[in-house]
């Protein structure tokens, strides 16, 4: 079956940077993009942008542009997305989720809290 | 940017009653990329709905999408206990992908 399983809760002081990863599987990696999403507290979801696992070619919301980049490495099945200059207002649930481009996201990981505080 | 509406922000009803939602959006949805996710309070959303009206794998046949261009419903039919969440509604026809502000489900 599909399973999507995300790295564990981070805390972080506002300038510094955090990965998140994104282990697949259940399916062909390559077939499918990764979605990222992420979601602050009370608030509803906010689409981050996603990546290619094809091709590494990637769409990012304008919004976060130049503060954030997606990879992946095939040989793992693994998803990463990278947040810098990180400010209170990244605190949130990140998640990831199979799917891009034309195509929805469809299955989801659990989710990864990362806190930004002083 | 695809600004999506929906309505209401919150649904007051009683399991077994019917559960009509609204997605409205700022210009016409490419393709009718228009996707129906469900969230209960802890957990990941969980895809419903993609292309307006085709049930994701696993989904009972008591949800249902319509609509075409800027209009878009998520229709349940008969509620369920485990129905009461909040629904999203998101365009994925053009960058940014986003997302509706969300219709809370609620019990009455």
């Known amino acids: 079956q599909v399973q999507l399983v995300q790295s564990g809760a981070e805390v972080k002081k506002p300038g510094a940077s955090v990965k998140v990863s994104c282990k697949a599987s259940g399916y062909g990696f390559t077939n499918y993009g990764i979605t990222w999403v992420r979601q602050a507290p009370g608030q509803g979801p906010e689409w981050m942008g996603w990546i290619s696992a094809y091709n590494g070619n990637t769409n990012y919301a304008q919004m976060l542009q130049g503060r954030v980049t997606m990879t992946t490495d095939t040989s793992a099945s693994t998803a990463y997305m990278e947040l810098r200059s990180l400010r209170s207002d990244d605190t949130a649930v990140y998640y990831c989720?199979?799917?891009?481009?034309?195509?929805?996201?469809?299955?989801w990981g659990q989710g990864t809290l990362v806190t930004v505080s002083s | 940017e695809i600004v999506l509406t929906q309505s209401p922000g919150t649904l007051s009803l009683s399991p077994g009653e019917r559960a009509t939602l609204s997605c409205r959006a700022s210009q016409s949805v490419s393709s009718n990329f228009l996707a129906w996710h469900q969230q209960k309070p802890g957990q990941a959303p969980r895809l419903l709905i993609y292309?307006?009206?085709s049930r994701a794998t696993g989904i009972p046949d008591r949800f249902s999408g319509s609509g075409s261009g800027t209009d878009f419903t998520l229709t349940i039919s008969r509620l369920e206990p485990e129905d009461f969440a909040v629904y999203y509604c998101q365009q994925y026809g053009s960058s940014p992908f986003t997302f509706g502000p969300g219709t809370k489900v609620d019990i009455k």
């Open positions: 292309a307006a009206s």
């Open positions: 989720a199979r799917g891009g481009g034309s195509l929805m996201p469809d299955y």
